[in-house]
């Protein structure tokens, strides 16, 4: 797609939401609720976040109103576009025992609606890369996410305005959308107005501008929208040591810092929770009053959580220190054993969601220093 | 496509211990692909879940079979069905013992309590071509005597040694009483030439993987069967990461080349 850049207004990119829904498209996007910027389906773009940014920090997310009405100028914020693709709850198949004893068992069709999601950053553009890998990148497929995934049309909003928990390059990643979008924009405020770069990245995609008002985008347009993401690139709040991860994180597993970090961590799951690449689920068995029928449930499930590790006898991850180390150290390291990827994105959800404001970046700083103090 | 299990008709019941059961099953309607010595299913029981068990025997010689025991609310529900019963069975999954890498060599495996019911269609396999191997050795472990599982049927197999041991002796038992590494000493093999299984509990694969390597068995010729909760079997829930590894996937059979480093880390 090397089509030359196009440009939309606010009007432009209102008619654009309006052809998605007018063709039976569930709209998910950013827009302000309950006191943060979260992911919920959209009727129109006026409820877009214009006007909205946030200030992030370790256990801290707050708010705050922006002069240039951007609606795109904020970062991650408590859900991810997991929650959409990769559901909390969801019915696997059923099984029905007849007054004879037979049993038969029944596929649930998935649940999926003609997804299009607006405003997906970069690091989560990648975030779902890596979900795609895990759940329908190997040798058996989920068919749910599946299915769902590959209705999703995906506008991408390039990152102009990271925030201070944000580490996107310490992971390989960058302000800039990668290939994988249908559209890309990137938002520009300034004296000649509001707009947005459109850089088409699909077939479909490009059918789509085809439908709304649109111009082609003028040079200082394409180069300020440049400018701003490039310089979005120095602006990260935190980032790694710049080290071989997987090498620390495997030089690592008696490190003594485990039992400071958890002195600290409440094992609740939050981070996992936000986390836009965790993917671990469990199953629950329900049943009807009949005892007849029963269905087998998939949920969202987390390392941190004492059974997820169980055994008969007891579960192998009994300390915090364990559970927080096996969280770690798959996310940066045994991520790439298993899915020849990182499971990490740099998106900093997983700092700033944490109730006691445990910091990945921090704790793998401290790691690094530890393994360099005994190798002194 | 959703992994939805297979119905299947249990058509022999056997208790092996006071909490342990063997079931026998034929598929209802469509039969599973054949599954291969150390693979293992998810085995439901209606209203209450699924489990991971390896199959104790497999398709091509007598039917497949588990061999489960009770130790929680689906192994309850197993352990409790009855011949006609109808149980949902998904698989094959996971890596299978490499018996043709033991070609031409001693054989030696080992079994600590259930761990013997994944090594039996192994040991069956290798039985019905005895010119193929050097020797086979079997060395089976239990906590008490009645703990013992088949144990007519071990003593009818024609091996080079098999022997039996036990933690708890009780008053009619005559036979070893110690962990099951002690038997090593007796078995008939070379251990540059050897190819071991093993299966059981953790400390005992650990123990005795151990002492294999120290007597010079290769630890790439030693495969171990590892156990770890499993909600999916298919890669995706995350349940039964040891390291690097899904062992559903990379497993449950390994080489102790691989499992040593993860069996050593405390909480793995």
Same mark, same amino acid.
């Given at each position: 797609?090397?089509?030359?850049?196009?440009?939309?207004?606010?009007? /432009?990119?209102?008619?654009?939401?309006?052809?998605?829904?007018?063709?039976? *498209?569930?709209?998910?996007g950013?827009?302000v609720?309950?006191?943060?910027?979260?992911?919920?389906?959209?009727?129109?773009?006026?409820?877009?976040?214009? /006007?909205w940014?946030?200030? %992030?920090?370790?256990g801290?997310?707050?708010?705050?109103?922006?002069?240039?009405?951007?609606?795109?100028?904020?970062?991650?914020?408590?859900?991810?576009?997991?929650?959409?693709?990769?559901?909390? *709850?969801?019915?696997l198949?059923?099984?029905?025992?007849?007054?004879?004893?037979?049993?038969t068992?029944?596929?649930?069709?998935?649940?999926?609606?003609?997804?299009?999601?607006?405003?997906?950053?970069?690091?989560? %553009?990648?975030?779902?890369?890596?979900?795609?890998?895990?759940l329908? $990148?190997?040798?058996?497929? #989920?068919?749910?996410? /599946?299915?769902?995934?590959?209705g999703?049309?995906?506008?991408?909003?390039?990152?102009?305005?990271?925030?201070?928990?944000?580490?996107?390059?310490?992971?390989?990643? /960058?302000?800039?959308?990668?290939?994988?979008?249908?559209?890309?924009?990137?938002?520009?405020?300034?004296?000649? $107005?509001?707009?947005?770069?459109?850089?088409?990245?699909?077939?479909? $995609? !490009?059918? %789509?501008?085809?439908?709304?008002?649109h111009?082609?985008?003028?040079? !200082?347009?394409?180069?300020?929208?440049?400018?701003?993401?490039?310089?979005?690139?120095?602006?990260?709040?935190?980032?790694?040591?710049?080290?071989? %991860?997987?090498?620390?994180? $495997?030089?690592?597993?008696?490190?003594?810092?485990?039992?400071?970090?958890?002195?600290?961590?409440l094992?609740?799951?939050?981070?996992?929770?936000?986390?836009?690449?965790?993917f671990?689920?469990?199953?629950?068995?329900v049943?009807?009053?009949?005892?007849?029928?029963?269905?087998?449930?998939?949920?969202?499930?987390?390392?941190? #959580?004492l059974?997820? @590790?169980?055994?008969?006898?007891?579960?192998? *991850?009994?300390?915090?220190?364990?559970?927080?180390?096996?969280?770690?150290t798959?996310k940066l390291?045994?991520?790439?054993?298993?899915?020849?990827?990182?499971?990490?994105?740099?998106?900093?959800?997983?700092?700033?969601?944490?109730?006691?404001?445990?910091?990945?970046?921090?704790e793998?700083?401290?790691?690094?220093?530890?393994?360099?103090?005994? @190798?002194? | 496509?959703?992994?939805?299990?297979?119905?299947?008709?249990?058509?022999?019941?056997?208790?092996?211990?006071?909490?342990?059961?063997?079931?026998?099953?034929?598929?209802?309607?469509?039969?599973?692909?054949?599954?291969?010595?150390?693979?293992?299913?998810m085995?439901?029981?209606?209203?209450?879940?699924?489990? &991971?068990?390896?199959?104790?025997?497999?398709?091509?010689?007598?039917?497949?079979?588990?061999?489960?025991?009770?130790?929680g609310?689906?192994?309850?529900?197993?352990?409790?069905?009855?011949?006609?019963?109808?149980?949902? +069975?998904r698989?094959?999954?996971?890596?299978?013992?490499?018996?043709?890498?033991?070609?031409?060599?001693?054989?030696?495996?080992?079994?600590?309590?259930?761990?013997?019911?994944?090594?039996?269609?192994?040991?069956?396999?290798?039985?019905?071509?005895?010119?193929?191997?050097?020797?086979?050795?079997?060395?089976?472990?239990?906590?008490?005597?009645?703990?013992?599982?088949?144990?007519?049927?071990?003593?009818?197999?024609?091996?080079?040694?098999?022997?039996?041991?036990?933690d708890? &002796?009780?008053?009619?038992?005559?036979?070893?009483?110690?962990?099951?590494t002690?038997?090593?000493?007796?078995?008939?093999?070379?251990?540059?030439?050897?190819?071991?299984?093993?299966?059981?509990?953790?400390?005992? +694969?650990?123990?005795?993987?151990?002492?294999?390597?120290?007597?010079?068995?290769?630890?790439?010729? +030693?495969?171990?069967?590892?156990?770890?909760?499993?909600?999916?079997?298919?890669?995706?829930?995350?349940?039964?990461?040891?390291?690097?590894?899904l062992?559903?996937?990379?497993?449950?059979?390994?080489?102790?080349?691989?499992?040593?480093?993860?069996?050593?880390?405390?909480e793995?």
């Open positions: 797609m090397s089509a030359a850049p196009a440009a939309l207004d606010r009007d /432009g990119l209102s008619a654009l939401v309006a052809v998605l829904v007018a063709d039976g *498209r569930t709209v998910v950013p827009t609720r309950d006191g943060a910027i979260v992911l919920s389906e959209l009727d129109s773009a006026d409820a877009l976040p214009y /006007g940014g946030v200030e %992030l920090e370790a801290r997310y707050r708010l705050v109103p922006r002069e240039d009405g951007a609606a795109f100028a904020h970062s991650a914020g408590p859900q991810s576009w997991k929650n959409f693709l990769h559901p909390s *709850r969801e019915r198949w059923s099984a029905d025992r007849t007054a004879e004893g037979e049993v068992f029944t596929a649930h069709e998935p649940a999926a609606p003609a997804y299009a999601f607006l405003g997906v950053r970069p690091c989560d %553009l990648r975030a779902i890369a890596i979900q795609d890998r895990v329908i $990148g190997g040798r058996y497929e #989920d068919t749910g996410y /599946g299915t769902r995934r590959r999703a049309l995906l506008i991408a909003a390039e990152c102009t305005e990271p925030g201070a928990t944000c580490f996107c390059i310490s992971t390989g990643g /960058g302000p800039a959308a990668d290939p994988g979008y249908d559209l890309a924009l990137t938002e520009v405020v300034d004296e000649d $107005g509001h707009r947005f770069l459109v850089r088409v990245g699909s077939e479909e $995609g !490009a059918r %789509l501008l085809e439908r709304v008002p111009h082609g985008a003028d040079l !200082a347009t394409e180069a300020t929208a440049r400018a701003s993401v490039d310089a979005a690139r120095d602006r990260m709040g935190r980032s790694l040591p710049p080290v071989d %991860l997987r090498s620390l994180m $495997g030089a690592s597993l008696d490190a003594e810092r485990w039992n400071d970090v958890a002195e600290r961590c094992t609740c799951g939050n981070c996992t929770m936000v986390c836009p690449t965790c671990c689920t469990t199953t629950e068995e049943t009807d009053l009949t005892g007849d029928h029963t269905e087998r449930w998939q949920r969202w499930d987390s390392c941190f #959580d059974d997820f @590790s169980y055994l008969h006898g007891g579960s192998v *991850r009994r300390s915090p220190r364990s559970r927080y180390r096996q969280w770690l798959h390291s045994t991520w790439h054993d298993q899915f020849d990827t990182t499971g990490c994105v740099g998106c900093g959800r997983c700092i700033a969601w944490c109730p006691v404001g445990i910091d990945i970046t921090e793998v700083a401290a790691l690094d220093a530890e393994r360099g103090t005994e @190798s002194d | 496509m959703t992994a939805v299990p297979v119905p299947h008709r249990v058509v022999a019941r056997r208790a092996e211990t006071a909490d342990t059961v063997t079931l026998r099953f034929e598929p209802v309607g469509s039969a599973l692909p054949d599954f291969l010595p150390g693979q293992f299913a085995v439901h029981s209606f209203g209450r879940g699924e489990i &991971p068990v390896s199959v104790s025997s497999v398709q091509a010689t007598g039917g497949l079979a588990h061999t489960v025991r009770s130790v609310a689906v192994s309850d529900g197993l352990c409790a069905a009855r011949v006609g019963d109808v149980v949902g +069975i698989g094959p999954y996971g890596t299978s013992w490499e018996s043709a890498r033991a070609r031409g060599r001693d054989v030696v495996i080992v079994a600590g309590g259930i761990g013997f019911a994944p090594l039996r269609p192994l040991i069956l396999a290798v039985l019905a071509e005895p010119a193929a191997y050097r020797s086979v050795n079997v060395l089976i472990g239990a906590r008490t005597p009645s703990d013992l599982i088949a144990r007519a049927e071990v003593a009818s197999w024609a091996t080079a040694y098999t022997g039996v041991t036990v708890q &002796p009780e008053v009619d038992w005559r036979g070893d009483v110690g962990v099951v002690e038997l090593l000493g007796r078995a008939q093999f070379e251990p540059e030439e050897t190819t071991a299984y093993v299966c059981g509990p953790e400390p005992m +694969i650990r123990a005795t993987s151990r002492e294999l390597a120290h007597l010079g068995v290769p630890r790439d010729r +030693i495969q171990v069967s590892l156990e770890r909760n499993m909600r999916c079997a298919t890669g995706h829930c995350g349940h039964c990461q040891l390291g690097p590894l062992v559903c996937r990379a497993g449950p059979v390994v080489d102790w080349t691989c499992a040593e480093p993860l069996l050593s880390v405390r793995l």
